[in-house]
């Protein structure tokens, strides 16, 4: 909920002047002082903003402050500028209604930054976007471009505005900024050649000094030295907290933003520098032979750099300082220039060219900035001019300036009580007629076209023959002797005959803000506003675009006779317009006061105060104000403020606000002319009435704080109590639920216990039962099993007892039958039947033996060592007899089997057994090897068919041996091939045979004990083959090739039987040595083959590798 609040809330003395109770002079002043220093700077009477310059950053300009006062009703918050601005923008965006800000106030008052505020906070409310922002920019910028060119540091404002101005700021139906005008009034632009001590000439001139670059000073032909520069004063140049040449920066930024070109800002920058140079050109007398005063130029480089930057022509300009010529109907009449003439002309010159030059800046801004399209606009004025002015010595422009002020002061009376007037009616009140002063007959005073003073001064100016100040101050004193506001020593009027505070060169005049004390003198002068036409037509003639503009009177193609307007005429037609243009504006004013003369803080002087309030007329503001009703206010608020004053009223109050209003005030003890109801508002005539509403407002919010205090305590309290009997409840639950779970636990063990304890006992006890019972039938069983035992012992006892008896019956009976039977049978058998019964027994005995035996029988494996078991001892011999010829009748069985080949494969078999077991390490490796003989296929390989064709006799055996070359052991291949008659040997490639050893030949074959394969095959000497020497071999079919030589050997009966030699050293006979071939078992050298190696002629050593 939005709470609303109220400019009565938190007041430091009173906001608004116009509740000030009781008013007078005094209590106004007090009421600003208790509130500058509660740093409450800004004031109300009504609508009407007191500003009081604070010097010093107050935190009340925040964007935040921004947004506090934003689309907030003026009353709503304590007086701020930003409630006026926003009420302003408000009314203009939303009703529609053009408005102006009229910011008056003494120099250093703070009436540029009130309108800088304003501007401010109109920027930061509206509308946003870039072209909005871009305007926006423009028009915040237009300031330190004016400021540079139209503000100056004087004894009471180090930046103070030296121009009136006047900016219509434009906006579109949404309220977006679009443009703006700019207006500007009277330059003070005798600054440019003289300052008053302690002030300085226009900033610009120091901005462009201190700020622009050494290079562009250059092309200005300027020196950075101020004191180079007459129309600079020295004594205050540099002014403390003010950077001139950051200003410089800031100022040619702001320019640019604001649309000026390069080049403009040059030519700018060039009249500047034109004007500081005019200011050194100085002038010396010099006398014609006439014998007329005359002036020279003293030092001409200055003219000459001042016309170089210009682009005149220096003599021209030369010329124009010395002559004037002044044409009168078709005459032309040239006369010299004195020297105080030369300084004058010198002097109008500079003043023309800057104040020429601000017009230019201030038509060049509007350029820029103004709104484009031609739709109507909202606009917004805001005017900063200066107050009132009352000096010790007050001239023509205090004067123009006191009238300025005059006419604001009228506008506002018309617009205040013309908008009080209408409000009343809107609020249908009865319009009772106000008290107050109409400054009207100040202003005809002055700007009467007949009488007034301006016109006659204007009169005075274009009258022929000689004019003064005096002569004006004479005709003023005769035509304005009645005015009751006009007062001078020489009026009619005796009452100031012997007035000594006014002396006789001035007049008087009754402002509506305080008597104001004028020096005639320079009035006319002032008024006139004199350049010599010579000086327009050489600035004319210049090739500057600038200064060509600036001076289109000096043309000489539209010479005008007619003098100029006076400055008096313009600035009053110019004030004219203005007036105009604010009547049609709903007015918003800003009254601005400076708290002391020392620009310092926390300084408050009455005296100084009291003196702006009167010439502001503050107090008659107030009392304007005051006229009729001193405070209104609409229904609603009014209600809602105030409906806890009546019981009826509050808290709610269901019909209509009006009423609501009325039921409450008719409830309260105020008189009924007090108040009055309008149609939406209800407004009170009495400031005390106000306060006795709010007092009553405050005694009860008091009442109404402690109800609620009470009513929140009590909730509060209540609120706790339940919560805690809550709590308690949920503890208590929680703890019984805990306690009984506890209890029940506890039962429930026990029971337990209890249960398994009695479940124990009854087990046991069935236990013991059941053990009892089994027992019990156990030792039936028992019993009876021993009983059956006992019974089946008894009966077999019994019975065995019964068989013996039997048995012993049958023996018995058997003897006796046999001693019958022998007795009987004796006397015939008695000789051999011992032998029959003997040979019977044996028989029977022998046929179960050989029965028993045939059942019994081994199998018929020649290897099957199985043989049955002797069942008699007396058969011994029989048995093994048996089984010998069982064993030789299954080997012939088996080897009656055999085929011719593989008898003749056995039998060699056998023979390689008797030759080799336990004799050679090699034989047992060959057992299970067959016998092939023929291993080169030598029938079938076409390889050998030359070799096969070339053996008579079949070839038993065909292999390749490795033959040792008997000179260095070294083997190589050969067949080897074993017919029934001899020994081959033949080339293993070509199938050659290389030697051929008749069997006859052979004496003696040798091997060793060893598992190697070397064989020596032993000649007889003598014979044909032993030539070249015995053969040593090695084969890895050795028992089978030594097998069949031994076996050809034994077959033919012409031939002996073939030696085999088995050791591990013998002898061999090559060629005609007997070498000895000797075998070491162990390690070999090169691996795990044979290596057989000559060792000298007598030996050949065979290492052969160990078989373990
Ligand atoms: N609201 C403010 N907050 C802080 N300082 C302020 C404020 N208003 C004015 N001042 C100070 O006072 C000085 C003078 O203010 P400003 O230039 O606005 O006066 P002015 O009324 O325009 O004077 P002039 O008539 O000479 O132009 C400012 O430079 C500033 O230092
Ligand atoms: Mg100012």
């Known amino acids: 909920m939005e709470v609303k609040t109220s400019l009565l809330d938190n007041m430091i003395g009173v906001g608004d002047m116009v509740l000030l109770e009781p008013l007078s002079e005094d209590s106004f002043i007090e009421n600003l002082k208790n509130r500058f220093e509660h740093n409450e700077i800004y004031t109300y009477i009504g609508s009407v903003v007191i500003s009081m310059n604070p010097y010093r950053t107050l935190p009340i300009f925040t964007p935040d402050k921004v947004e506090e006062y934003r689309n907030r009703n003026f009353y709503e918050l304590s007086p701020h500028i930003y409630a006026l601005a926003d009420e302003a923008y408000r009314s203009l965006r939303d009703q529609d209604k053009d408005q102006c800000i009229l910011i008056t106030g003494e120099s250093g008052a703070g009436k540029t930054e009130a309108s800088k505020l304003v501007m401010s906070y109109v920027a930061a409310v509206c509308g946003k976007g870039q072209e909005v922002n871009k305007v926006k920019e423009q028009l915040l910028q237009s300031n330190p471009v004016l400021e540079a060119f139209g503000n100056a540091k004087t004894v009471r404002n180090d930046n103070s505005s030296r121009f009136g101005k006047y900016m219509d700021i434009e906006f579109d139906f949404k309220g977006d900024p679009l443009g703006g005008v700019i207006s500007n009034y009277l330059l003070e632009k005798s600054r440019v050649v003289k300052q008053p001590r302690g002030e300085r000439n226009f900033h610009v001139f120091y901005q462009l000094l201190s700020g622009a670059s050494d290079e562009s000073l250059k092309k200005l032909k300027l020196h950075r030295d101020f004191s180079k520069y007459n129309y600079l004063s020295l004594d205050s140049a540099a002014v403390n907290g003010l950077d001139d040449a950051a200003n410089f920066r800031t100022v040619r930024n702001a320019m640019q933003i604001v649309g000026f070109m390069e080049d403009e800002v040059q030519s700018v920058l060039e009249l500047v520098a034109a004007v500081l140079k005019l200011g050194n050109i100085e002038f010396k007398p010099d006398s014609r032979s006439n014998g007329s005063d005359e002036s020279r130029i003293k030092d001409k480089n200055d003219l000459k750099e001042m016309c170089e930057l210009l682009g005149i022509e220096q003599s021209v300009l030369e010329r124009a300082f010395s002559y004037r010529t002044v044409e009168a109907k078709s005459e032309k009449v040239s006369t010299t220039l004195n020297v105080a003439q030369a300084y004058y002309a010198r002097d109008a010159l500079a003043k023309n060219l800057y104040s020429r030059l601000f017009s230019w800046l201030v038509t060049r801004i509007n350029e820029s900035i103004k709104a484009q399209g031609k739709t109507r606009h909202k606009v917004m004025g805001v005017l900063d001019i200066y ?461 179960k033996y050989f029965l028993g035996l045939k059942s019994t029988m081994p199998s018929m494996s020649p290897i099957d060592k199985n043989w049955p078991a002797r069942p008699y001892l007396f058969l011994g011999g029989v048995h093994s007899e048996l089984r010998r010829i069982f064993h030789l009748w299954r080997c012939k069985k088996y080897r009656s089997k055999f085929t011719e080949e593989k008898k003749a494969v056995y039998e060699e078999k056998l023979e390689a057994s ?188 065979v290492s052969v590798p160990s078989t373990a």
């Open 387 to 847: 107050g009132f002015e009352i000096f010790e010595d007050n001239s023509f422009e205090q004067f123009i300036i006191n009238y300025c002020n005059e006419k604001l002061q009228q506008i506002f009376i018309e617009l205040t009580l013309r908008e009080e007037q209408e409000e009343y009616i809107r609020e249908g009140i009865e319009w009772t007629n106000i008290e107050y002063f109409n400054n009207a007959v100040i202003c005809d005073l002055i700007e009467n076209n007949k009488n007034g003073i301006l016109a006659m001064l204007d009169e005075e100016c274009l009258r022929p023959g000689t004019v003064t100040d005096e002569t004006f101050l004479d005709k003023l004193s005769t035509i304005c002797a009645e005015h009751l506001h006009f007062e001078s020593r020489l009026s009619k009027n005796s009452k100031f005959l012997t007035d000594h505070s006014l002396p006789h060169n001035c007049f008087r005049i009754q402002h509506y803000a305080g008597k104001v004390l004028y020096r005639a003198e320079g009035f006319v002068d002032k008024n006139n506003d004199l350049l010599y036409r010579d000086l327009s037509q050489a600035m004319y003639k210049a090739n500057h675009s600038l200064i060509k503009q600036l001076f289109p009177e000096g043309n000489p193609a539209k010479v005008n006779l007619k003098r100029p307007p006076t400055a008096g005429f313009q600035f009053k037609a110019s004030v004219g317009t203005l007036m105009r243009n604010l009547q049609t504006k709903n007015p918003n004013y800003i009254r601005c006061i400076k708290p002391n003369d020392k620009k310092a803080s926390h300084i408050f002087t009455d005296s100084l105060v009291r003196h702006q309030v009167r010439y502001l007329g503050l107090m008659e503001n107030v009392r304007v104000r005051r006229a009729g009703y001193a405070f209104r206010q609409p229904y609603e608020p009014c209600l809602e403020r105030y409906k806890m004053l009546c019981k009826r009223t509050w808290p709610h109050w269901q019909g209509p606000a009006r009423e609501g209003v009325e039921v409450m005030m008719s409830a309260l003890p105020v008189q009924a002319e007090e108040f009055s109801y309008g149609r939406s508002k209800i407004f009170i005539r009495n400031p005390r009435t106000l306060f006795f509403l709010e007092e009553r407002r405050r005694q009860c919010l008091q009442d109404l704080a402690t109800l609620i205090q009470k009513i929140y305590r009590g909730w509060k309290c209540r609120t706790h109590f339940l919560l805690l009997k809550k709590s308690q409840i949920v503890v208590s639950a929680w703890y019984r639920r805990y306690a009984q779970q506890k209890k029940y636990q506890k039962i429930k063990s026990a029971t337990t216990v209890v249960q398994s304890y009695t479940r124990g006992w009854q087990a046991r006890k069935l236990l013991r039962e059941l053990k009892h019972q089994k027992r019990c039938e156990e030792a039936v069983t028992t019993i009876s099993a021993f009983w059956h035992g006992t019974q089946a012992r008894r009966e077999l006892r019994r019975l065995k007892e019964e068989a013996r008896r039997k048995h012993a019956v049958a023996v018995i009976w058997a003897y006796w039958q046999g001693l019958k039977i022998r007795r009987e049978y004796r006397k015939f058998f008695r000789a051999n039947a011992g032998r029959k019964i003997y040979d019977f027994t044996i028989q029977r005995i022998m046929q």
């Open 914 to 1101: 008797e030759i080799f077991k336990d004799k050679k390490a090699l034989y047992p490796s060959s057992v299970s090897q067959p016998f092939k003989g023929d291993y080169l296929e030598i029938n079938k390989n076409p390889k050998y068919q030359k070799l096969s064709i070339a053996m008579e006799d079949k070839v038993l055996l065909a292999d390749v041996v490795n033959k040792i070359n008997r000179a260095n052991g070294k083997g190589t291949a050969r067949l080897f091939l074993l017919t029934k008659n001899s020994v081959v040997l033949a080339d293993q490639k070509t199938g050659q045979v290389k030697a051929s050893v008749p069997l006859p030949d052979l004496s003696s074959v040798s091997v060793s004990t060893q598992s190697d394969g070397f064989f020596a095959l032993k000649l007889k000497e003598g014979s044909a083959s032993a030539v070249k020497g015995d053969f040593l071999l090695s084969s890895e079919h050795l028992i089978e090739i030594i097998t069949k030589i031994h076996r050809m050997g034994t077959r033919a009966a012409d031939r002996e039987q073939l030696d085999i030699d088995i050791s591990d050293e013998f002898l061999v006979q090559f060629k005609h040595d007997k070498v000895c071939v000797k075998f070491i078992p162990g390690v070999p050298k090169n691996g795990n083959s044979v290596s057989c190696k000559r060792k000298n002629n007598r030996l050949l050593e």
